[in-house]
């Protein structure tokens, strides 16, 4: 895989996964329109899943892409160096 291509594809993941992050911790943090009392849901896939639960799983994997991103980033700039 070429250097600009990996760099564009690690950029592109990371981008994507601070999306994902910002929507996690919304869902985490949000209240609905009931004023905190109450339990909140979001809709997926048209079946309501705890608010609370998806903002966790949303970060989780926002977490485990970042990570990724920042590996394939590391790999390409280390295989540079030892060359």
Known sequence: MGRRLRSLVSLALLALSLLLGVYGLFAVFYRGDSGGNGDTYVIF??????AQLAGAVAL???LIAIL???MI????????SSS
């Open 45 to 50: 896939g048209g079946h309501q899943v705890d």
């Open 60 to 62: 989780l994997v926002s």
């Open 68 to 70: 990724l991103a920042w």
């Open 73 to 80: 980033l590391w790999r390409g700039r280390r295989r540079r």
